[in-house]
């Protein structure tokens, strides 16, 4: 029988845990500030890193004429982010793995842990298995940014800026980055195509076994070469493990729909990856799930119907001040990402499925439709202390249903206040 989940008995046992925790990140924080050392010994060092963006830029030089360069975003395979420029003419090489050689300067170590820029010489160029899966995806599409879409859902790479700016007006940037979602698509998929040679060879071989657990351990083992494979990013990587913690409490007999499974989820991440404690991904990340499991903590007395069509647009409304503080606009349309969202979790299974039998393009009109609503500019000026409130409820929303009201009055306030500046 599933019992409320109750990690700790004693407030001593969750003082040993959090002990542990902070011994953990402080060996992990040593590591990195070791590493920085090292880096940060000479002038330069050799790094082998992969291009993640690649775009042009253009400065006025003291000559008065206009420079253009190309500016690339790299992480490191020690794990660090930096941006350097290179020559215009340099092909394009995003997906690719480089080797050369950084002139970090005298950066400090908070820009270590958080991204840099250092001037650099590209030593060598050298192709890599995911840019070859890229180049496969764009034999299957005339345009260039449907191209762009469909290679951000299947092998994590970034968004062009346009792009970006496009979807964050819509409220559709999260459909984009890997996260909790698509891994429960993957997840779906890879069971049902193990199911079946498991089932013929567990009644002829071993039919003892939990087959259930057997092909989850199989689906997270092919997940967790997913992951690596991709280069582990943040929000893809706070899906797996709050996975894996929800299995190993799910198989204790806790229930695992659970503020504090996100919790533990989290302080055992940071305490490993000091890092993303600077990752704004991770944190919208983070912040999703936060108002998935808010949303099932204080209305999980509703019929799974309700439960469907209510919570988009509770997760809506409570990302919305977040998502308005950090990007800053929004568009008529940007309501409609309720909707959009819904159908997504059609639209990706199907999509990979189209693209697995030679008709990958069939949507590529209506994406670029799409992205043509996201085109006008329009800015929204929210004050800080809006997103500070909202915060406010929704953490004290754990401890007392009460405070659930106010949240949702304030955030419905928040999103009429940024539909009237539209209007």
Do not use: C
């Amino acid at each position: 029988m599933i019992q409320e989940l109750s990690l700790f008995n004693t407030k001593r046992e969750f003082f040993l845990f959090l002990l542990f925790i902070l011994f953990i990140f402080s060996y992990s924080l040593l590591m990195e500030l070791h590493n920085f050392k090292i880096f940060t010994q000479f002038d330069s060092s050799i790094v082998d890193a992969t291009v993640l963006k690649q775009y042009q830029k253009t400065k006025a030089t003291n000559r008065g004429t206009i420079k253009t360069y190309q500016m690339l975003k790299l992480k490191s395979t020690k794990g660090f982010y930096f941006y350097t420029g290179a020559d215009a003419s340099l092909e394009n090489i995003v997906g690719k793995k480089v080797h050369l050689e950084l002139y970090g300067g005298k950066i400090t170590f908070y820009e270590y842990m958080s991204s840099f820029y250092a001037y650099s010489k590209i030593l060598n160029i050298k192709e890599t298995l995911k840019e070859q899966l890229n180049k496969n995806l764009a034999s299957s599409h005339s345009d260039l940014n449907s191209t762009r879409i469909y290679q951000a859902l299947y092998t994590a790479t970034p968004l062009s800026k346009e792009l970006q700016t496009n979807f964050s007006k819509l409220g559709i940037s999260h459909l984009f980055a890997l996260s909790g979602f698509h891994l429960g698509v993957l997840s779906a998929i890879l069971f049902f195509l193990l199911k079946l040679p498991y089932k013929f060879l567990q009644n002829r071989y071993f039919p003892y076994r939990n087959a259930n657990f057997d092909l989850f351990y199989m689906v997270l083992l092919l997940l967790f070469a997913y992951l690596l494979f991709l280069d582990s990013p943040a929000s893809l990587l706070r899906s797996f493990t709050l996975l894996l913690v929800g299995f190993v409490l799910y198989d204790r007999g806790y229930k695992i729909i659970s503020i504090q499974t996100l919790l533990l989820t989290v302080l055992l991440l940071l305490s490993l990856f000091p890092r993303l404690l600077l990752e704004l991904g991770f944190w919208l990340s983070v912040s999703g799930v936060f108002s998935i499991f808010l949303f099932l903590l204080h209305f999980k007395h509703l019929s799974k119907k309700w439960q469907f069509f209510l919570l988009p647009l509770w997760v809506y409304l409570l990302m919305l001040p977040l998502s308005l503080v950090i990007f800053g606009n929004f568009t008529l349309y940007h309501p409609l990402s309720i909707l959009w969202s819904t159908l997504f979790t059609l639209f990706y299974p199907l999509s990979i499925l189209l693209h697995l039998t030679g008709f990958g393009d069939i949507f590529d009109d209506l994406l670029t439709s799409l992205i043509s609503l996201g085109e006008t500019p329009v800015d929204i000026s929210l004050p800080n202390f809006t997103l500070y409130f909202s915060l406010l409820f929704a953490s004290l929303s754990i401890y007392k249903r009460v405070f659930i009201w106010p949240l949702l009055f304030w955030n419905i306030f928040i999103f009429l206040e940024v539909f009237w500046q539209v209007i």
